[in-house]
């Protein structure tokens, strides 16, 4: 019973602070309680004469487990590429139980290439961050169909512990 008050006053606590946080970024914040919080986020516009752009993160684990950020997707833009602070490609990077990940130009971060600036209208762009539970994937599983009448519960195809969250990203300049 202790340690689930304390649980719950850790997350209370982390949630007050995000909120804190992101207040002061002008962003919402994204909170998947028991799981990660997506602190802040925010994007810098193309230059003029480039279609490159890059995007940032700050992803706090609140799970059990490590989190596994694996990629980034959205319309306005072909690919992104995860960078780490040598420059190199990274295929993923692991957010230990506890910890957060706060991305920095320096740093690891997001660099996105293809950027179609006529899509960048407005504020926030909507970039769709792929995430996994656990340090490796679980077998792939096909779409169960939902039936409310015979008790059966749905889920969809892929992986079980990937998932997609859409964040609204603040442009800057």
Same mark, same amino acid.
């Given at each position: 019973m202790y340690t689930v008050i304390k649980n719950i006053k850790r997350s209370?606590?982390? &949630? &007050?602070? =995000?909120?804190?946080?992101?207040?002061a970024a002008h962003a919402q914040p994204v909170m998947i309680p028991g799981f990660m919080g997506i602190e802040s986020s925010y994007m810098h516009a193309p230059a003029a004469s480039s279609d490159s752009a890059t995007a940032f993160f700050t992803i706090a684990n609140l799970h059990y487990e490590p989190i596994v950020v694996l990629? &980034?997707?959205?319309? =306005?833009?072909?690919h992104a590429t995860l960078v780490g602070s040598n420059g190199a490609e990274l295929d993923q990077v692991i957010i230990e139980p506890g910890d957060r990940l706060v991305m920095s130009a320096n740093d690891v971060h997001f660099q996105l290439s293809g950027v179609d600036s006529a899509n960048l209208e407005g504020h926030f762009q909507e970039l769709t961050l792929l995430v996994r539970r656990g340090l490796e994937p679980l077998e792939e599983v096909e779409a169960q169909r939902r039936d409310a009448n015979n008790g059966q519960r749905g889920r969809d195809a892929g992986v079980p512990n990937e998932h997609k969250y859409v964040v609204n990203v603040p442009l800057r300049n």
């Open positions: 209370i606590i982390i &949630l &007050l602070a =995000m909120v804190f946080v992101q207040t990629g &980034l997707s959205g319309d =306005m833009f072909d």
